[in-house]
Every structure is written in C-alpha cells, then in structure tokens.
C-alpha cells in the first residue's frame, strides 16, 4: 500500500500492478495471501471498487474473488459510513456558486484527491426536525380540556377502549366542523397531547385508527401545521406501517402532511423512523408507501438524493422485503427520472442490477411529469432545489469542488521545463477521472476550472490542445443547464470558436465537438449566439478556412430548428454575413448555404429584416441583406417535413431546444456531433453540406402471402427442444434473417440481427406496427416466432432484451388473436418447445413474462396439443421448467377437464404420477397438487388415467384425495367428479355432467374467432354476472365476460391482497397466475365476506373523490376500487342501499370522461389507454347491471350518458382502436343494460329528449344527426316492444307530457313537412 490515495494518475499503474499481485494470491505462505488480498481490496476501493479490477483478477478462483469481492464492498461501507457528507445532492444552480478549493497537502504533478466531496444543500429536507418533546399528564389534561372539553379528556383517559374510541370520535368531528383560524390554533397542542394520551401504544387499533384519521385532518385543514408536528404524526405512523389495520388510516394521514410539508420533508423522517426500528417490515412498508408517493406527487418533488441514498441503502439489507420493496422505489422513479438513474446504481451488485432492470422496464421513462397531488406550502418555505431539479432531469449533482485543488490549477499552467507539457496533460486527463468519478454530472461549483482549461486551447501541443478543447467539452456535459450562464461556463465557448481558425485538423475537429456538447448541454439558442459575436470579432482575424469550418458547423446546427426560433436564426444570420463578406471562396459558400437555409425557413420578407436588425460592422449587413436581395422572393416552408429530418438515435442526448441530425459524425468528445468532421483543410471552395438520415417508407411489417408455402417445407409434430450451439445459432440467424428480408422494413430488418439495444429498438417498431397494421401479423407470425425462438435460445441473453422479448412475443400472439387467427401445427412445432424448456428461467421476472405467454397460447392453440408439449416439458432437468410445466398442466385440467388434456394420447397424468415420487420436495409437492386438481374435476375416474403407482405415492394420493373431497365438502364445492365453483361445473366434470358444463360456460375459446366467456369468470363472486343477464348461454354475458375479464384479475387480485393482509392464507395455490381462459380463484368471494359495511363505504367514497378529481390516469384507480366495492356488495342489501345516493353524481362524472378517454385511445393507442376505456366501461356497467344502483341515476345523468354511449357507437374509429371489436360489443351490452334497469319514465324521457336535441358534436352534420336519430328510435322501440310487462312501471301522465312536449318542440309546420318527405317519413316523428 505505498502509494497515497490523492494519487489519482496511479490508476494506470493498476494494470501491470495487479496481475503480479494475482500471481503471489497462490503463495505457499498465508501471511503473503492476506497481505495480497489487502492489497488488492485497498487497490479496487482506490479505483472505484471490485468491478474496477475484476477483469484483472480473472487469474483467481472463485472463492477467493468472491472473498475479494466481500472485502471491497465492506471496506467502502465503511469509508461511506466514517464520511459524514452525502455525495448526492439537489443543488440550486442559480444560486451563486460556493467556493471551496483545498489546499495541495504535498507537492508534485496534479492529481484530484478522490475523497468524498463536501456537499452544498439549500434546505434540509427534515432529517434535522425532532419531534417536540411529549407533554406530561397534567399539561395534556389542561391543553386538551381548554380545546375539547373535561368529558373528552376523561374518555381520553379511561380503562375501556370504547370509552377512549368515543372522546377521539368527537375530537375528530369538531375538527372536522373547525373552520382555518380554529384549526390553526388547535393543531400544536392536538397532535402533542394525543401523542401522549391516548398515545401511539395505544392497544386497540380502533383507537389508534381514529388518532390517525385526527392528524391526517389537521394536516389537511390546518395551514400553520408546522414540520415538528409532522415530525410527531411521522414517528407515530412509522411502524404502524406494519398493521394491516392501521395502514389505510396512517397511510391518509402520512399523504396529508406530505401535501402539507411536502414529499421530501416525509421521506426524510420516514427514513429516521425506519432506521431506528427492529423490525426490518417498517423499512419495506416505509419504501412500498414512499414509492407511491413518488408517483403521485413526482419524483422532482421528493428529494432525489436522499430517495436513492435510501434505496442503495436498503439493497444492502439482508431481508428480502426490504430489497424487493427498495427496488420498486426505484422503479416508480426511473418513470419520473429516465435512464440517467442507472448512473447512480454502479456500486449495486450485478443480481441486483438485473430485478432493477426488470422494474424500469415495468415502469419505462414517462417525460410528462403528470403529478396527482401537489404541495400546500407558501412560497417563500419552498425549497427551489426541486423545481430547480425537475427543470435539469430530477437527477441530483455532485459536489466536485474539493478535488479542483490548487495544485491541479497549478499543474495545468505548469510551463517551467520542456517537458513540462507531460504535467500539463497528467492534470487535463485528471479532470476526466474527477468526471468519471462523478458519473458525468456536477454541480456548478467547479471554481477556475473551466478558465484554466481554456488556457490550454493556446497550449504549444496542439495534440494537448485539441484534448482540453475534448475535456471542456466533457465538462459542458456534466454542467447541465449551467454551462449556458456567465458565471459558470466563463465564456468558453466563444474561445472554443476561436479554436475553428486553428491550421491542425483535430484541434478544428475538436472544437467542433466541444461546441456540440455545449450544444447539448444548454440548448442552440444560447449556444449559437455566443459562436456569432465571437465571429463578428474575429471577422477580420480568422482566415477564410477557419470561418468556412464554423459555418459548417452552423448548418449543421441549423438542422431541426423551426421558423419560430427567432434568437436562433438571428445569430445564424449574423454568422452567415461573416462568412459573406469575407475574400475567401470557401467562407463566402459556406455563408451563402447558412442564409440560403435562413430564407428557406422564413421567406426573403423577414429575413431582409433580420439583415437590418443586425448589430454588426455595415460591410457585413450589407452583404448579408445583398444575399438575400439577389436571392429574390422566397416564400417560408410551411411543411417542416422539407427541413432535414431530425435524428432519431436512442443514444443521442436530448437537447433542449433543437434536434440534432442522425446523420452527423462522431466527435472526439464522445458525442455524436452535429457536423461531418474533415479529414484536412478545404480546398475546393465546396462545402460539406448536412446529410440527414430518412426513414424508409412503408409499414414496419409488410404483407406476406407465402406462409402457406412456407409452412408445408416445416415439420408438424413436436420435436424436442435442443440448445443450440454457437455455430448452429448463427446458421439458423442467417436463414431467418434472409427469409424476414422480403417482408420487414430494411431499417427494421438490420435492427433485428444486430446488439440487444438494437433488438430493443426493433420491437419497440414493430408493435407499433402491431397496432398500425395488425392484418399484416398472421402472415409473418412464423417468421417472428422463429425471431423469437432465436433470441430466446441465446446462451446468455441480455436480461432487458429477454424481457421485451416475451412481452413482444405476448403482444404478437394477442394480435393474432384478436384477427381471429390461430397458431398452426407447424408453428406450434417450432415455437412451443422452446417456450417451454426455457420458462423456468433462473429469474423470477422472466418466468412471470413466461408464464404470460403460456397464457395466451389455449385461444390460440388446441389446450390437447398444448398438453403434449407441457408433457414433454416434464422430462426437462431444469427443476423449475418441471415445476412451471406442472403449473400450467393443473390448470388446463381445471380449465378443459381430463377427456381434453387425454385426448392427445399424452398420458399427461402418468407422466405426473411419476413426479410424484421425485426426490425434490417441490416437484413432488407440485405434482401431487396437480392430481389433486384431476380427482377433483374427474372424480374417481382420475384413478384409470393416473395408472399404476407405487404404494407410497398411492397412499399419498388416497391421503390428498380424501382431505380433498371434505374440503370441497365444507365449501359446498359439490363432490369429486361434479366440482362447482360460483355455480359453474369446473373443468367440464365427470363425463355424464359435459351438456351441463358445456350450457353454462358456452363453446371453448380455442374456437377461432369466438370471444369466450363464463358466467362466473368475473370477479370470481357467486351469481355477480349471472345478475347480468337471466337467461344462460345469453350473447350478452357472453360479451360482457370478454371485455370485463382482464378487469376481473385486476379486482380479483385487489381483494385477494385485502383479505390475505387479515386472515392467514391456507391455500397458495389460488395465488397461480390463470391462463386466458381459465377460471378465477374464489379469493374475492371470501374477502367480500369478511369486509364490514363501513369500510365498504369508505373505500367507496374514497373512489368516489379519487374518479372526481384528478386526471383520467388518476380516476382509472377509482374506477377499479368502484368496481371492487360493488362487487364485493353483492347480496348485501345494506351496503348497496348506502351506496345508492352516489351512483346520480358518479353516473354523471363517468359520463363526463367517456368521451375523454376514448379520444385519448384513438390519439395514442397502447395497452393503457385501452385499459382505461376497458374500465369505464366496466365501472358504468357495474351501476347500470345493478338495480338498486340503476333505479337512482337521475333523468339528466341518463340523458348524458345515452347520449355519449350512442356517439361512441357512431364514431367510425371505435372498431380501429386496441380491443375496438370488443369495446363496441361493450358499448352495446351497457346500452341494454341502461335501459333495462334505470326507471322506464326517466327512459323514455331521456330518449325523447335527445330526438329534440341531438348532441352537439351531431348536429352540424345531417348524415351523422339521421344515424344518431336512428339510435335513439331503435332503443324507443326496444322500450315500447317491453310495456305489456312494464306498463306498471311507467308514469303514462308524465311519459304523456314528454311526447307533447316533443310535437311542441317541433311545430306543426315542421311536422307536415316531415311527413311529406319522399323517403315516407321521420322515421322518429313516426
């Protein structure tokens, strides 16, 4: 350990310095083995930790890597823990910068120090806020007797907890009657002495919920709530976060301070709170809640830094909660934050790195910034760093002022020996190591770097020349924003203009880049005006070459910008009259093509006046506006699309003010730059103009017609999955991307077979294509299943690639789907096996994404066929493909029955029986558990399909069976062979009960084009959609089951987790993912049970204010919890009675954001906007299906809500849309619905309302008013064909009043000429 850690330049001794040590790992004597493993472990926290030497250390076995490894992150855990100062900071960059520049500790060449820099925050977010002191028993009797009364006090104060749960109840409701003033006054002294009496020990979680619901109020209502008092409500709630009792009411109160002290003041306390308690379930319930709130509030709101210092924190934890809920943290702000977060996620182990991944690509970059909440602060108590943050990426920035040393600066300028040179670029390529250190994004405190730097663009090395000109650059980049302001990016880039003139090419190259990073760091528009005036000043200085250099780089600057950037052409006009009035051929060309591109953009009009505008010597207006004059009238492009198109490279950097072009070269800065860099000096007076790359035309995905030649050269029967070798993978890779060459878009096709970035971007065209151009897709889907079968079969596949690989593969098969296509035998053949030898994936992630797949293949692929292959998939040496074979096996029985998963001569059941006897307790546990399933669905005739067995495994099976069939017993589940669920016959039954089967859950969705359905499938609640409609087998149910199914897992899932988080779950294997088809697990059924009609209604009227207010995304929530708490108030008159008042304003709210949602769809169609229009609907037929909901909708709510259903189902586009053909059967099931259970008189009335007065978006329009009429009629005729039933319900004087109202409306002249049409008459006036 001879060398000094301040010693930055020794990094590259490392190279030679480890593999000698790695050498002496192996020595005889073991004092000479530690000391080498110091060594290397000071060595690897010197150069940023193990990943830094790893490579080196490839020489060492595994044990003593992983030994090194666990040294290295230890040894770093404690440097970070003995370092008081936090690297990671929101800093305000319009605040002046603080100098803090140390002093060289010894002399010699330059080299940063890489201790841990001091941090500059602007406000403490809450860690330095204590919670006021508590008071004492007689100070609380006097504070509170003065607020709420002795009585209260004494309550307060009582044995029972009634008594106790009373005196809070009334404290809640005077809170609740207090006006602002009275709140004010009262909140200090509330939250102190509830905090002591009755206190957070309280024993009864009713108390305790009612203490909550108190301080969440306050919070709410008072605005002198101060942050000692959040701090008191924070420390109480904390590790109440673990009750399932509690958490709702302290999730409400911790959301209400948040609003009131903002996001990043809770985190802050809640991470106190988290820290200092035993039990490691506060930290992830702590986490899961904060995470939530990241996507409410916005992740800019927070507090970047200490959010991710917590998380890297929690990854570091043992308990596994802790790290699963830590990386949903970080999940929920990769949307908000984008890819920049994974910079700050080094240090965190590869395992790790990967379930990350999996979250960000479940929780991809969304730049809108949408929040749900905001803060309740005054202005002058907010902290800026946040706005400051959001406005620069949310990302925080790190300090880099304490390694900008003196010495550094010294080094830089350092002239005093020939070879002086050699520590002038020791401390240029030094600050490169502090950026890398930094992760390239730094805080503008960087002192006179920039200065000396700049110093060095005049260096007599113009090879160190060019490398300063590359590392301002750098520099720029990881400035941000604040590169652009005076005060920290010290005018630089008008000397990096002046580099342009330079006579070597790569100091012209390098400047060229420096000023793209510029570029991208601030924006053109305050980049481009600097470059200008420093060209009008070194007019008459720069040579003609050097001038025609930066106008190249202008026009290719120029690419992307809008006739509206008015600062922009201005300067570029500037620039251009510079080049035209000089002597030189080439700067005057150069010249004429920047203002040439400047009249293009605005016409000869405005750009003569910005001629005039210039402030600029006379000659070179003059000259400018000649050009312009010669040029003659040009009229300004209205199309943008005449202007180079502007790139659309992933791993460009996004500028802020224009686009760069695709086309451009790489500069040395690391960056793709915005010109094409020159090998020499022009000199043929030409100039290089701007090459931009153009998208191919025509869909992603072509049509293909030969599928059924290819298909007939494929083998039809299964084959087994073998892993392909390197040499046989890329053979199959070249016949495949030769037969996809005729059929896919060239730019597409070369994405296809090259990295996993460029498979990423390839998928991401192609299910674009999904949903532009879905015919397209059953004509190639064996040519993407083989795409597909390739990438799955890698030997090591990239994890993010993998990932989007399935859910490509999941969209394509749903695509197919809902063309009413099906998987061929061939197709089958090629794809299947792959699927499922490799779905027991060794990450959790990816065999979710597996088991998605495995779902969508029963409606697209005979469930016997499918069988067969799962089989085979039993014989595989992976346990875990065992395990998911048998998964999906269980539920096919459940779902088709024996005689279908038998028919293909598979022997499915002997084949599990074998698995039954297996030496790992899971498989065996598994295939038991799938026998199980068979004896239930098939009863005794189970036993002739199962075979011969050993006795052990026999006496298992008797055992499982026997305690089976009392289970279904005592669940009233009917008896083995006639299994009932939600009165359906599961899995088909015995043979004798197949027509009974077959009548209540109607044809088998494998039929092609069929939307299936059953009657129970929604929700898993007993008899809730059989309400839908009386009559079995009915095409309504059938409708409504297939559009409400995915709505139903949602709820379905909702109410499992509220109802496992209060009884102990005695069966898992509900918990299963189902296939598309299958049946629901009955979870929700019993958690409806177990809810009071309270907590009913208040997680209605919590989705009631949640579908009120906010943005559609925001009442998409509601809607789901609506649909959750009617369902589980099925047959429960009173809480269905309770609700009834509501359903008048929720009717009217839904209708109001139908037509919203739906346009949104058609904008921008994908799965969430599809999902919104799903739930809706869904949350509209969950009122109207019923009765006592349907009974109080009003007249003017049913008015509206008729009218905007009959608009969607005159929109042309409804069926264009994801899911159009479901949605608009949809459309027509509600319809009925409305008008079969809302009042007949309101009905009618409605109806004849909307014939007087047609909506708005209809009347302009008399083709599109006659179809809206003829709807309106037609449901008129529906309600008049039912009167002999309903006449009882009608009130004939009012319904009498409404008809002559509408003769009224119309007039008698109006009416005779109706009458007298050719067509024989309106048809409603008929």
Known sequence: QGFDKNQAADVASHKVLVPALVKCAEHKDKDVRACVLETLVAIGNFSGGFKAIAKQCDGLDEQKKAKLERACAASAKKGSADNKSKPLVNVDVHKPPVSVVAKSARPGTARPTTAKPQTVTAVTAGEDVDPPPALGETETREKLSNLYGNEVVTQLSSGMWKDRLAGMTVIFEQIQ??????????????????????????????????????????????????????????????????????????????????????????????????????????????????????????????????????????????????????????GAMHAGLGPGLKDFLADVSAVQMKVLEAEFLSNPFDGNGKTWRTVRVSEESVDKSSEVGKSDGGLPRQDVSPMITDKLLA?????????????????????????????????????????????????????????????????????????????????????????????????????????????????????????????????????????????????????????????????????????????KAQARAAGAAVMDTVVTLVGSRRATAMCAKMSCPKQLSAAAAAHVEKAGVVVAVADASSAPEPSSSPTLPQRPATARPAGAHKSQTGISSLRHSRPGTARNGGVATSISFVTPDGPALRRNDDKDARLKKLPKKPVKFETLRDDQLALAEGEVKLALAPYVRSDVHALLFQDFKSHLMAMELLEQAL?????????????????????????????????????????????????????????????????????????DAAREKFRGVLKTVPGLFPASRLAGYLVRGLDSKNTKTRLEALDALELLVERHG??????????????????????????????????????????????????????????????????????????????????MRAGALVGGGAVGAAPLASALVGKSVSTPGRVGGTPGRFGGTPGRLAATATALGSPIAAVASALLRPIGKAVSSLARRDWRETAKETETRDARPAFDDAYPDETSASASSSVSVEQRLSGWRRALETVATGSDANAVEGMKQLCHEVMGSAGDDAALTAMAPDADALVFQLANRVSSIFDAALAAPGPSTARACRYV??????????????????????????????????????????????????????????????????????????????????????????????????CLIKLTKALGQTLHEVDLPALLREIHDFFHALGEAEIRKRAKAADGGDKPLR
Request: glycine share 8%; net charge neutral.
């Open 1177 to 1274: 609907l869904n949350a509209l037929m969950q009122v109207f299906q019923t009765p006592v909901l349907a009974q109080r909708v009003g007249l003017e709510s049913e008015k509206r809500v008729i009218g905007v259903l009959l608009l969607r189902l005159l929109d042309p586009r409804a069926c264009e849309m994801q899911e159009g053909a479901a949605l608009v059967k949809a459309l027509n099931v509600l319809m009925l619905k409305v008008l079969e259970h809302c009042p007949r008189t309101n009905s009618f009335n409605a109806l004849l309302r909307l014939l007087v007065a047609p909506p708005a978006t209809v009347t302009g329009d008399e083709n599109a008013t006659n179809r809206f009429h003829e709807l309106v009629v037609k």
């Open 177 to 330: 009657a207090m006006d602002t003033d009275s709140a004010n006054g009262a909140v200090e002294h509330t939250v102190r002495g509830l905090a002591t009496t009755p206190g957070f020990d309280d024993s009864n979680f009713q108390v305790l919920s009612k203490v909550f619901e108190v301080f969440g109020a306050l919070a709410k209502k008072a605005t002198s709530f101060s942050k000692k008092d959040g701090a008191c409500v924070v420390s109480g709630v904390t590790e109440k976060l673990t009750d399932v009792k509690l958490r709702a009411p302290g999730t409400v109160a911790l959301v209400n301070v948040a609003e009131a002290l903002g996001p990043a003041f809770l985190f802050a306390r809640l991470r106190v709170g988290a820290d200092g308690a035993k039990n490691p379930k506060v930290t992830s319930e702590a986490l899961l809640f904060c995470a939530g709130v990241v996507a409410e509030f916005g992740v800019h709101a927070c507090g970047v830094a200490l959010a991710i210092d917590w998380c890297k924190a929690s990854l570091g934890l043992t308990n596994p909660a802790c790290k699963s809920a830590a990386a949903k943290m970080l």
């Open 898 to 979: 024996l005689d279908v998963v038998e028919r293909g001569g598979s022997k499915a059941l002997v084949e599990i029986a074998k698995l039954a006897d297996a030496r790992d307790a899971p498989t065996r546990a598994a295939a038991l558990n799938c026998l199980t399933v068979a004896y239930k669905v098939a009863g005794e005739d189970a036993w002739r399909h199962i075979g011969r067995v050993g006795a052990l495994v026999k006496d298992a099976l008797e055992d499982k069976f026997t305690k089976a069939s009392k289970e279904m017993a005592r669940q009233n589940e009917g008896t083995p062979g006639a299994w």
């Open 771 to 843: 949903v532009m151009t879905p015919e397209n897709v059953h004509g190639n889907l064996d040519l993407l299943l083989r795409w597909v079968v390739l990438r799955i079969s890698e030997q090591t596949p990239n994890t993010q690639s993998l990932l989007k690989v399935l859910d490509f593969t999941q969209s394509v098969l749903r695509s197919v789907k809902d063309q009413g296509g099906r998987l061929s035998e061939q197709e089958g053949a090629l794809f299947l096996p792959a699927l499922v030898d490799k779905s027991g994936h060794a990450m």
């Open 411 to 583: 080094d830089m300028a350092d002239a005093s020996a020939p070879t002086s040179w050699k520590t002038r670029a020791a401390a240029v390529d030094a600050v490169g190591v502090i950026l890398a250190g930094a992760g390239f994004r730094i805080a503008p405190t960087t002192g006179d770097l920039l200065p000396a730097l700049a110093k060095r663009f005049n260096d007599t090395n113009r090879n160190l020349a060019a490398t300063a000109l590359v590392m301002a650059g750098k520099v720029a980049v990881a400035l941000g924003p604040a590169a652009g302001e005076r005060r920290h990016g010290h005018g630089v880039a008008a000397e990096i203009t002046k580099q342009m003139g330079d006579s070597k090419p790569q100091v012209r190259a390098a400047a060229c880049g420096a000023l793209d990073a510029w570029v991208i760091a601030c924006g053109l528009e305050k980049t481009l005006p600097v470059v200008a005036d420093k060209l009008v000043d070194l007019s008459g200085k720069m040579s003609g070459d050097g001038k025609a250099e930066a106008l190249r780089w202008v026009l290719a600057a120029l690419a992307g910008v809008d006739a509206d950037d008015e600062s922009v052409l201005a300067s570029a006009v500037t620039a251009a009259a510079v080049g035209l009035a000089d002597n």
